[in-house]
């Protein structure tokens, strides 16, 4: 049974840019199955204020934040591929408030987004064969199976599954 504690998921603002770079930060060493952009780590608290409010003007990009006693603790993202239809999710959390649900809710929160108010069809995600907690969240929020495939990451291939989700409009 999930524990449970008081979290608000919030949309990303542009005066969350300094913490969000911190959750960032702190996400990449604590787990290897993390991966973010390069480049999200070389920004400017300006530039991610930037870039969130460039974010917030779309219809197809999202970043929603888990958020306890005002301390930003998880995050999940949707992000637009080459204009399409298409979006990819990523979803991470501090390592000190995993198994309380919130991997679900954020997910969860995702879809929902997705379906009511994006431009999108389908959200799609990659994950690694290994993380079998990651693959059974995205199984009970409705994710499915589409391809298996190995990815190199740092000069590591992994063997990942391909899952989405098509959304109801």
């Not at 995993?98 to 995702?110: I, P, Q, R, S």
């Not at 995600?125 to 929020?141: F, M």
Request: charged share 20%.
């Amino acid at each position: 049974m999930e524990n449970k504690i008081d979290v608000n998921i919030t949309l990303a603002m542009p005066e969350d840019a300094e913490n969000l770079i911190n959750l960032l930060e702190q996400l990449k060493t604590e787990s290897d199955t993390f991966t973010i952009d390069p480049e999200l780590g070389e920004m400017s608290v300006q530039q991610q204020a930037q870039q969130i409010m460039l974010v917030n003007q779309t219809r197809g990009n999202i970043i929603l934040l888990a958020k306890h006693l005002d301390k930003i603790i998880g995050l999940v993202t949707v992000q637009n591929l080459d204009d399409s239809d298409l979006g990819e999710l990523g979803v991470a959390i501090i390592k000190k408030y995993w198994n309380y649900g919130l991997g679900t809710d954020l997910v969860k929160e995702a879809i929902h987004w997705g379906s009511n108010y994006s431009n999108l069809s389908t959200i799609a995600l990659i994950v690694e064969k290994r993380n079998h907690a990651a693959v059974h969240l995205y199984q009970k929020c409705g994710f499915i199976f589409s391809t298996k495939r190995l990815i190199n990451i740092h000069r590591n291939y992994h063997s990942t599954y391909e899952m989405n989700i098509k959304l109801k409009k």
